[in-house]
């Protein structure tokens, strides 16, 4: 069973960070692209960062310049460091991976379970 388990959430003040971690464990032969999406209330489920098994990364335009995301790919973990938070942030942020896994072997597209970020004065 493949899983990915979030964690880095919670209430931070307008100009705050936070740090959201994504650890991918199973039976995982490797993992390819990873990426944070996120999900405000009455709003549709969007991309946020997304970062190959290469290193390469892109940002949606409204968190060019505040958010990194970055990965270690001997853990199977990716991170989302958010810095300059605005009340705008606020959402439920998913992480996925595009994977391939054994048992049998196949290819594999996961989100995580999802963490509140909330960014209120």
């Known amino acids: 069973q493949v899983q990915l388990v979030e964690s880095g959430g919670g209430l931070v003040q307008p100009g705050g960070s936070l740090r959201l971690s994504c650890a991918a464990s199973?039976?995982?032969?490797?993992?390819?692209?990873m990426g944070w999406y996120r999900q405000a209330p009455g709003k549709e489920r969007e991309l946020v960062a997304h970062i190959t098994s290469g290193g390469s990364t892109n940002y949606a335009d409204s968190v060019k310049g505040r958010f990194t995301i970055s990965r270690d790919n001997a853990k199977n973990t990716v991170y989302l460091q958010m810095n300059s938070l605005k009340l705008e942030d606020t959402a439920v942020y998913y992480c996925?991976?595009?994977?391939?896994?054994?048992?049998?072997?196949?290819?594999?597209?996961?989100w995580g379970q999802g963490t509140q970020v909330t960014v209120s004065s």
């Open positions: 996925n991976a595009n994977m391939l896994v054994s048992g049998p072997w196949r290819p594999l597209v996961s």
């Open positions: 199973g039976s995982i032969f490797s993992v390819n692209a």
